[in-house]
Nanobody, 121 residues
Framework: VQLVESGGGTVQAGGSLRLSCVAS????????VGWFRQGPGKEREGVAA???????HYGYSIEGRFAISRDNAKNRVYLQMNSLKPEDTAMYFC?????????????????WGQGTQVTVS
């Protein structure tokens, strides 16, 4: 599975962005999808994940500000980010997993995109 993210950019604190990830290749083989991020000098952090049955997982730092969704017909997954804070500044990565059940552990995901930069000033 190949993944390509888009939608990153620079936004002021309190603003919103919507990230998109499109999958290609053997998309029928993947189940769970997720978003991770890595800020400057920080470890990679799980942001949100969604299983094929719609079960959602969110990182504790998201505090209800982000929402993950997927459109299986279009092989896309989205991350709506609201009330952005400077600490949300990071490279955001889309990831896909063959696992039916996933959580916010990077080792659950086999395919990764190249990332899209989000900067909150």
């Amino acid at each position: 599975v190949q993944l390509v993210e888009s939608g990153g950019g620079t936004v002021q604190a309190g603003g919103s962005l919507r990230l998109s990830c499109v999958a290609s290749g053997d998309t029928y083989t993947y189940n769970g999808v997720g978003w991770f991020r890595q800020g400057p000098g920080k470890e990679r952090e799980g942001v949100a994940a969604i299983e094929m049955d719609g079960t959602l997982h969110y990182g504790y730092s998201i505090e209800g500000r982000f929402a993950i969704s997927r459109d299986n017909a279009k092989n896309r997954v989205y991350l709506q980010m609201n009330s952005l804070k400077p600490e949300d500044t990071a490279m955001y990565f889309c990831a896909a997993s063959h696992r039916v059940t996933v959580s916010l552990h990077a080792e659950h995901f086999e395919s990764w995109g190249q990332g899209t930069q989000v900067t909150v000033s």
